[in-house]
């Protein structure tokens, strides 16, 4: 990995740090920065097609899809506490087997309710109970029945507070993989509460997300971070994006952004994206972009080489500098255990 020359220290300076998935390779990255140094701070662990990632308000229980569980993280360290010069240590407390499901956008809970997550394969919102696999609580309107088709490829979901407002699918198709035929412009957003289509025509649209009253999105297929006007349904641009962009969080006026180079299949080509990029003589990077949402410009980058091409979900940890999680491969898991305080019977 790479960095724009002042991406550390704008990380630093905001007391965070950034969390992202790449189910292409099975991992979870954990971005921060070290106190010691001042250097970058990369720590990675392994879950088989990783790609929702949920952070509960206050950034101590973290939620995480893999290819058939949903896993629940909890922040080991007292607030103020360090493990090694990490200041979050992330262990796996709850596993729940979900099957194939394809979970996309994840929203956890504070109060420590089963979280709210995009069942896509199954094209619904979905929670948890005790017995089933998944609980289904809301299906786009033109979705008939609850069966493992993809129809719609329903992936985003945007929150207000905690309550689910906005979704976002490829397109407003009930047939098995109907969607796929329609990338380049039938996309949509829903209204949760009404099931209303609030814009359309959109190019796979991902990651939608409610900030300071404003609803953000990214069109995918053009390579397009923008807002929507909730009056007219309009995309108004922010800027172009040189790849397959998902995954967006906010820390502060900025958005950082999930950019891939996209998979040379049925689903990735013949997108206005590819059309821009050979017309720029450019080629698809894989990065984090960090984008100032008043001017539109991409003021630091975090540029990822190597194996990894292709990300999902990006997460802000507000108030988390230098994080680490646990794993199942090695014997940390057996010897980092943090016992409850005692209680009467």
Not at 48 to 59: D, I, K, L, Q, S
Not at 126 to 140: E, G, I, R, Y
Not at 147 to 154: F, G, P, S, T
Not at 188 to 194: E, F, G, I, K, Q
Request: aromatic share 10%.
């Amino acid at each position: 990995m790479h960095t724009s020359r002042l991406f550390v220290s704008w990380l630093a300076q905001t007391e965070s740090s950034v969390v992202f998935t790449t189910y292409q390779l099975g991992k979870v990255f954990l971005i921060g920065t070290r106190a010691d140094t001042g250097r970058l701070s990369v720590f990675e662990r392994n879950f088989p097609r990783c790609m929702g990632f949920g952070v509960a308000e206050g950034a101590r229980s973290l939620w995480l899809s893999s290819l058939y569980q949903l896993w629940r993280m909890e922040n080991f360290l007292d607030p103020g506490g360090r493990h090694e010069g990490y200041d979050a240590v992330f262990a796996p407390i709850e596993g729940r087997s979900t099957g194939d499901i394809d979970v996309h956008d994840i929203h956890p809970f504070a109060d420590g309710r089963a979280p709210l997550f995009v069942a896509t394969r199954f094209n619904c919102l979905a929670t948890l109970d005790p017995v089933h696999s998944f609980v289904p609580v809301w299906t786009p309107p033109f979705i008939d029945r609850i069966v493992a088709e993809d129809r719609c490829h329903l992936n985003g979901l945007a929150m207000d507070g905690d309550r689910p407002a906005f979704v976002t699918c490829i397109a407003a198709s009930n047939v098995a993989g109907g969607w796929r035929a329609h990338r380049r412009d039938g996309g949509l957003v829903l209204d949760v509460a009404s099931g209303e289509t609030v814009a359309q025509g959109l190019s796979m649209p991902h990651s939608p997300r409610l900030h300071d009253g404003t609803l953000y999105l990214l069109q995918s297929g053009k390579g397009l971070f923008g807002r929507i006007d909730l009056a007219t349904g309009a995309f108004e641009d922010i800027c172009f994006l040189p790849g397959f962009a998902r995954g967006v969080t906010f820390i502060g006026r900025h958005a950082v952004i999930g950019v891939s180079r996209p998979r040379r299949d049925a689903a990735f080509t013949g997108l206005e994206l590819d059309e821009r990029l050979a017309r720029d003589g450019e080629a698809a990077r894989c990065m984090l972009a960090v984008v100032n949402l008043d001017t539109g410009n991409l003021d630091h980058w975090l540029e990822i080489d190597g194996a990894v091409q292709e990300l999902y979900d990006v997460k802000a940890l507000p108030g988390v500098t230098r994080p680490m999680a646990i794993g199942f491969k090695t014997d940390d898991i057996r010897f980092m255990v943090r016992p409850a305080p005692m209680r009467a019977l």
